[in-house]
């Protein structure tokens, strides 16, 4: 292989690989708040809580269990695929499923921290420390990355 064919073989390569450095990073967080999670349930503070912290853990516990999905799915798809020559398709596929992953990542940490400060402090202050953890991450992840791109493309001289 020479030329353009190369060139495109080499991104493909290169773009799956950061994909799944990537994907590392995340699945250490989403394992970390799982197995958190997991635990909680084995306390006797947790048997005695009321049903508002029961639904919203298991919605939290929801949502990390499906982040974990759609996170590890990429790393699946690659052992699964890649002598098949589906590196594009690998690479587009498992990229939206990485901002999903994100997403609902993003949702189980705001849902924890809703959870803890409900428990510790009650129910406005769980409301707003989760919905101020939630922005946060909404902005760092999300909206932020999206105004850089805009800036690079206005910066970039035309091809």
Do not use: C
Not at 35 to 60: E, M, N, P, Q
Not at 90 to 102: E, P
Not at 150 to 159: A, L, Y
Request: aromatic letters at 10%; hydrophobic letters at 50%.
């Amino acid at each position: 292989m020479s030329g353009p064919e190369q060139d495109e073989h080499q991104r493909l390569t290169r773009n799956v690989g950061e994909l799944l450095q990537e994907l590392r990073v995340a699945q250490n967080g989403v394992q970390v708040l799982f197995g958190f999670l997991l635990s909680v349930v084995f306390t006797d503070s947790y048997r005695k809580a009321g049903d508002f912290v029961h639904v919203t853990h298991l919605i939290v516990v929801l949502l990390t269990a499906a982040s974990a999905g759609f996170l590890i799915a990429p790393a699946a798809w690659h052992r699964v695929l890649f002598r098949r020559g589906a590196r594009e398709a690998i690479v587009d596929r498992a990229s939206r499923f990485v901002i999903i992953g994100l997403i609902l990542l993003a949702a189980a940490m705001a849902g924890t921290v809703l959870l803890i400060g409900y428990v510790v402090f009650g129910g406005v202050v769980g409301g707003v420390l989760g919905g101020a953890i939630g922005l946060l991450f909404g902005l760092l992840w999300f909206v932020w990355p999206t105004s850089f791109g805009r800036v690079d493309r206005q910066e970039r001289p035309p091809r």
